[in-house]
Structure formats: structure tokens, C-alpha cells
């Protein structure tokens, strides 16, 4: 059976065990025992959490686990040197090495990102590619896959992370099984943006927000004023007036970047034909979507599938 270990360190952020929890749910969903779980620490012993509480925990021993992941810290500070040992010897020994949010700093720390593609929480990319410049940091992304090692984005995209590694390990449906027991509202793939325009309009009102949720989910439709007003239950002029106070855009801008969005999701993460991505995400046409990304990106849709294959390899 697989193991999966987490290390922790005193003051790591409770969100870590959402990932963990991907994991159990995997062998609940399944009734099998797929993964046998660990929570290490450099001692062993009850670690404290950044909000308090403590968790039970096992010393570091010796590397050999088949999954390694390493926690994040809310306030950090340099790794004790027996975690840096443990994640370096780990590297050699274990199939998949991973970090969630600012657990990047320990796997940075050790050498493990020289040379690689790597994320962590936005709030901190700056400041470790500043620290260790030989990392290729991938700042938007949820999760980086870059051989044997894993990092992902902060907080909930563990839970991503984790459901990637469930995925390679048996499969897309056992994964959205996982996911459906997590009730999650979808799955994020490792390519998406950390920031999602979407979430950046942050509407006041539930009419605002139900009309933006239609509009994301049928961007092929026309998604007129009109279209939107009905959804919100409010007359065009009203909707126009609340959409605009509530998000300082406009709906036809707003709805031109939730498209843009999709689209480059669709180029970075998939084969489609750029025809076919500009039909499937409202575009109507090649040329209206390379309008459109010259217009916001300064590159043609080409230029972006190009560049997401460069950094794959």
C-alpha cells in the first residue's frame, strides 16, 4: 500500500489537512485501503498549529515513504536541518516529493527546486524567486508538476494538488468520486490561474453573482444584457446600472475576460484546434479571439499555447 507522509512544523497552517484528507476520502470512496497515512514532524510528539491546537505526531525516522509532502508555515522561518536532511534523502528515495503553499521554502531550502518549475502561494512568489533565483517560478499556477516533485498554490490548492497525485495514481473517476465527497464546486487543474476573474469581480449582491455564474457557465451563448438582466431577474437598465456598481466593470467587459480566461485555459491545457477554442468559449471566430488577446495579452493565442508547451518541457 502507498504511503503518504506529511511534515509539519510547529506553527503550520491548518489547511494542509485538506490535502490529507483528498487522501482518506480516496480510501473511503473506494472501500479499499489505497494510501496509509503518516504525519511526521522533525521529534515526533503533539506540534502546535498556527491557530493552537496541537496534532499527534511521529518522528522523521528514516526516508523511504512513497509520497513525501511538506506543510506551509503562515510566518516563515528558516527549516531545522534534520527536515532538510529528511526531504533531501526523501528526493532519492520516494516517487513524488511535494511542497503546499510556503512548504516550497523547505523543499528551496534543501535544493530540491534548483533548476525546476515550481508554485507557491501568490502572496510569497516574489519573494522566494528572490531567494533562490534558480527556480523557474510559475507564480499563477494551482500545482506544478516537475518530475519526481510536486508544489502547489496556498491553502485550498493542496486539495488540487492532492487530487492530481489520486488521479495519476488510479484514474479520472475515482478522483471526481473523491471530489464529489469533498463537495467541491470542480476540479482545478494543476494549469489553472491562482487568481480567477470571477472571483476578482466579487459582486455584492446574490443577482450580480447568480448572472455571473450563468455567464461562466454558458459562454458560448450570446450572453447579451438582456440574456443576463432575466437571469438577475432585473430590467436591462437596472442590471447594467448594479453590475457596474457592484464590480466597476461593465458587463461586456466583464464577460470578454471571463471568456479570455477559459480560452486560455483551453490553449494551455488541451489540443483543441484554436477555431475550436474561440467557438467554445463565445468567440465566434479565430480572428475575434486574436483580436481579443492582442488587444489585453499583446500576444496572439498562438504565442500563449506555445509558451504553456515551452514550460512542460
Known amino acids: 500500500m502507498p504511503s503518504v507522509a506529511i511534515v509539519l512544523q510547529p506553527g503550520f497552517q491548518m489547511m494542509c489537512f485538506a ?8 480510501n473511503f470512496a473506494s472501500r479499499e485501503a489505497l494510501y496509509e497515512l503518516t504525519i511526521l514532524s522533525e521529534n515526533g510528539g503533539p506540534v502546535a498549529s498556527s491557530l493552537g491546537p496541537t496534532v499527534d505526531t511521529q518522528p522523521l525516522g528514516e526516508a523511504g515513504y512513497d509520497t513525501v509532502i511538506v506543510g506551509g ?45 515550481a508554485t507557491t502561494h501568490w502572496f ?16 499563477d499556477r494551482i500545482f506544478v508538476v516537475d518530475g ?11 486539495i488540487d494538488l492532492a487530487l492530481g497525485m489520486i488521479e495519476n495514481d488510479h484514474g479520472p473517476e475515482l478522483t ?59 430590467s436591462p437598465r437596472q442590471f447594467s446600472r448594479a453590475f457596474r456598481a457592484e464590480t466597476g466593470q461593465t458587463p461586456a467587459r466583464a464577460i470578454e475576460n471571463l471568456r479570455l480566461e477559459a480560452a486560455r485555459l483551453m490553449l494551455e491545457q488541451s489540443r483543441h484546434p484554436i ?39
Open 148 to 158: 519526481v516533485i510536486w508544489t502547489s498554490a496556498g491553502m485550498t490548492a493542496g
Open 176 to 234: 471526481r468520486l473523491v471530489a464529489q465527497n469533498l463537495v467541491l464546486y470542480h476540479r482545478r487543474a494543476g494549469g489553472q490561474l491562482q487568481h480567477s476573474n470571477l472571483l476578482m469581480l466579487e459582486p455584492k449582491s446574490d443577482r450580480i453573482q447568480k448572472a455571473l455564474t450563468y455567464a461562466a457557465q454558458n459562454l458560448r451563448s450570446k450572453l447579451t444584457v438582456e440574456e443576463l438582466a432575466q437571469v438577475a431577474n432585473l
Open 19 to 26: 490535502a490529507i484528507s483528498a487522501f482518506e476520502i480516496a
Open 275 to 313: 477555431d475550436t477554442v474561440a467557438v467554445e468559449t463565445g468567440f465566434s471566430g479565430r480572428e475575434r479571439l486574436r483580436r481579443a488577446y492582442l488587444r489585453t495579452d499583446g500576444r496572439p493565442p498562438q504565442a500563449i499555447r506555445r509558451a504553456a508547451r515551452a514550460s512542460e518541457q
Open 73 to 117: 508555515l503562515l510566518t516563515l522561518r528558516a527549516t531545522p536541518k534534520p527536515i532538510i536532511d529528511f526531504m533531501i534523502e526523501s528526493e532519492k528515495t520516494s516517487r513524488r516529493v511535494a511542497s503546499i503553499c510556503t512548504g516550497a521554502f523547505v523543499l528551496a531550502e534543501a535544493g530540491l527546486l534548483d533548476g525546476r518549475r
Open 124 to 139: 510569497y512568489a516574489r519573494d522566494l524567486q528572490s531567494r533562490f533565483p534558480k527556480i523557474r517560478i510559475d507564480e
